[in-house]
């Protein structure tokens, strides 16, 4: 699209035409020859603009032009949002880009596995830790399928056939299965942040489990509409009932279900849709064919209209319409009903609850007709990007084609080809060959490759159009950057990366593995953004840190399985944070001056508390030339890395902030090394006299088990001095919230374990850094100085 074809003179000519001036007939026949964006003059001098197959009218034109003339890209968002291309907007409205996401064992990728079967991605289902040994297909990595467990998320896409009174639609579908435990958050994260829509799977037995608390928060976050889909309906003791009730109340999301269940547990037959109030079974070898019948088992009658009420009474809560109608007393149609969910599931202010069992085969597919009934497609949901040419005004982005193009990449992944880059294309279109640019660094890049990912396996493809999810080869970036066309001065905002909170010194157990050693952390550090790994300058060990133990373990034991390295790993640490609480001037001078070249370098200023525990800060209010520009760089870095290793127990300090307003230098003896030395110890000396505290990482743990548990757990607790915000108490169970240190909870889950017959469960998820208790803090201390002094005797 070239709406640059559009001049000033041109638009301002047209203006002119607008207002009957002679300047029309020049106008118009200059304009004739754009092309694409073709202004036309009627005779009575009113202008149009004829567009993409539409004609613009005089002021309407005009307000457009004038647009166009200012930045083409805005033209183009907001001319296209008011008028969808019909094409544009058929192709996308059979477009889902969604994400599994819940709590641990939910059933995800046994859920997925059926997904991949039914739209015929796959000829055949195996099982998350399947007697076959083969493993579902969205745990490609061996140790996912030896421990059952999702480790990283998996990528693929399927086409389904929805029917609807019997017409056949064909909906693409990009389909992400995220993580269940909550060390490997940045999976979910990183796929919320890019998916339109999700599943939300809960268990029929456990219903709202700590985790799915979790994920909530996270669907929140990134304002992503979800369905809920109540798997493991053939279990004994299955109630999807109380799960829907634990929607509303524990996720305070209004929420009702669509189905009924025909059968129970093992008895499981199959659904009742509660909407058509049709019967659906799934029939044949693992449930692939679905069978529909008007007639509802008669069991099912009285309990799928007290639901189907329940169902419009909810809707009439969240939804406009829906409320006229109820209070009017008006029975809503089919189609209305469906209508209103969508509006409210869009509006995040719904999630409809189906359910089913995706291990015996049963109502997987009508889930999948209610992802495209009832999430919304790309063009409906509100994705911006901050233009910096106009000071990172947002900008909406439009899933078109033809549109310049606007890709965000948020995974890497290092495979047998190279590094793989997953970028969802938010606008334009990506097509093999192309250039696009780096917003981070303008630097261009070439896609030699693009593919389609299907788990462990990919399929090449020449293009990828808008609103779509792919990956890329041989393109280096790093995980969160924003790509464009070179035109547009896009970026978009990145994921949320959780602070890492435990670390562990590692070393390869053989010293002639050191390469591999180095490579594979390399390589993790890069696709993973809560992996961090640093050399500690003192003891010369790597220290790796993560978000939890299973974190930081499943990192060891990759590194011994595909890089053939084994390792020796210290005990875990908590990664405490140090900081100071007071302002502190200081005046320090750094002069070596005895024979030959001496050192010589003067700081004066503050250190002080930010009062902002995200960041430290350093400025410089030097006036009058005192210290070069040169020598306050350097002083810079010598607060930076200051601030890498703290005084008090070597972790990094936060929330601190130097200013340097004077100083002095020497004509020859003034060095930037001088500089950087001075400041350090600068800050030595004033981060000492500020009241220095150590801070602890302090975890939201949300604690779930039956009710006679809870004198027990509330007594674990309290030994920890968690502080208890919010106990809630159902029928069977209730759920905890607290703060916790991660210090003290180191350990619990077997605690927690012997304290509730096996029968709690708990997640814990970094909330913010906490002063640590001066007890603490002082033999925190008190052990540091006594290693400093041990390694000093060396
Ligand atoms: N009874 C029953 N078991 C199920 C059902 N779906 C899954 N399971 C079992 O539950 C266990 C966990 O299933 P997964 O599919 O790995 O669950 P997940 O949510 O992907 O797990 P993570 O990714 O590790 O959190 C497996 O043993 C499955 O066989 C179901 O519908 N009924």
Redesign the pocket.
Known sequence: MRLHAVTRAQATALRSVRNGSSLARSCQLRCLSTSVLRPICSPKGTVQVQWQGRRWQSGAAAAVLEKATEDPSTLAQETIIENLDPKEAARLSRVRNIG?A????????????RVLFYTGRINSIH????RDAVG?K??SMEL?RE????IQSAATYCDWKKVENGVEETYSINLI?????IDFTIEVERALRVLDGAVM?LC?VSGVQS?TITVDRQMRRYNVPRISFI?????MGANPFKAVDQINQKLRMPAAALQVPIGSEDQLKGVVDIIRMKAIYCEGPKGITVVEKDEIPEECVAIAKERRAKLIETLADVDDEMAEMFLDEVEPSVEQIKAAIRRATIALKFTPVLM?????D?AIQPMLDAVCDYLPNPAEVENLALDRRRKEAPVKLVSYNSLPFVGLAFKLEESNFGQLTYIRVYQGSMKKGMNIFNARNDKKIRIPRIVRMHSNEMEEVPEIGAGEICAVFGVDCASGDTFTDGQLQYSMTSMFVPEPVISLSIKPKNSKESNNFSKAMNRFQREDPTFRVHVDAESQETIISGMGELHLDIYVERMRREYKVDCETGQPQVAYRETITQHVPFDHLLKKQTGGAGDYARVVGWLEPTGDMGKNVYESQVTGGHISEKFLFACEKGFMASCEKGPLLGHRVLGTAMVINDGATHMTDSSEQAFKTATQQAFRKAFAAGSPQVLEPLMKTTITAPNEFQGNIVGLLNKRNAVINETEIGPEDFTLYADCSLNSMFGFSSLLRAATQGKGEFSMEFSHYNPAPPQLQKELEAKYAKQQAARNKK
């Open positions: 599994i819940a709590h641990i064992d939910s059933g995800k990728t046994t859920a997925t596995e099982e998350v830790r399947g579902a969205m745990d996912e421990k059952g467990i999702t299965d995220t993580p269940g435990h799977i029929a985790q798997n493991k309906m053939d279990r089913g069992s995706a291990l015996a049963t």
